[in-house]
């Protein structure tokens, strides 16, 4: 049984590309969610996809969005890269069952350093 | 939203000592999961506990939800214990709907031989 696949694992862009991150959930699965870990930080949430639309959003700009295929595949595009956007991208995945009360299981990260 | 404390944010132990890391959260919550990160960044969910006592092998948490707080227990640690030790709430909160899982800062474990 597969867990949650993360692409690339590491890439390296300069400032004003464009970079797409890519996650396939869990087996059973149903919902996707994205985080960025700064160096030395816990992870902040930046969106959660279910049912092929955004249901939730953290506190980051509109350079950073988001897609849910059919098949409950996502991925997270980021524009017009900063220099702060350099940072570990965690995938999560889990299974709504409506309550909240999901666990959630991550990836191994896709590392962007942006120079 | 919810505040997520940890603490202590470092913690250096000898191998085969014994350790509490402790977990502070300011609201009521729906979920409460135990992470370790590993050097390489993989999260492992340690355990799922809103509320209770679970064990597993030389790992145990406790989550007091009344009091808004959890532990996680590490009997006799080995050197692959160490890496960055998070707890993650979700708020039981309505606008809280879906899985936004909030973090803690972590706990940095370094165990030395």
């Known amino acids: 049984d597969a867990g949650v696949t993360q692409s690339p694992t590491h890439l390296i862009k300069t400032r004003g590309q464009q970079v797409t991150l890519r996650c396939s959930p869990k087996?059973?699965?149903?919902?996707v969610s994205w985080y960025q870990q700064a160096l030395g930080q816990g992870p902040q949430f930046i969106f959660q996809?279910?049912?092929?639309?955004?249901?939730q959003r953290g506190n980051f700009p509109d350079r950073f969005s988001g897609h849910q295929f059919p098949n409950y595949s996502s991925e997270l595009n980021v524009n017009a890269l900063l220099l702060g956007d350099s940072a570990l991208y965690l995938c999560a995945s889990s299974w709504d069952r409506g309550s909240g009360a999901n666990v959630l299981t991550f990836g191994a990260g896709s590392r962007l350093t942006v120079l | 939203g919810i505040q997520v404390e940890q603490s202590p944010p470092d913690l250096i132990l000898q191998e085969g000592a014994n350790s509490t890391l402790r977990c502070n959260f300011s609201d009521s919550v729906n979920n409460l999961q135990w992470f370790h990160q590993n050097p390489w960044g993989q999260l492992i969910n340690l355990f799922y506990i809103p509320s209770g006592t679970k064990q597993n092998g030389r790992l145990s948490a406790t989550t007091v939800a009344t009091e808004r707080y959890s532990l996680l227990y590490i009997s006799s640690s080995q050197t692959t214990d160490s890496g960055v030790y998070f707890c993650a709430v979700l708020s039981r909160r309505p606008q809280a709907a879906g899985n936004k899982l909030t973090f803690g800062g972590g706990t940095r474990v370094l165990v030395k031989p």
């Open positions: 996809y279910y049912e092929e639309e955004e249901r």
């Open positions: 087996s059973g699965h149903d919902t």
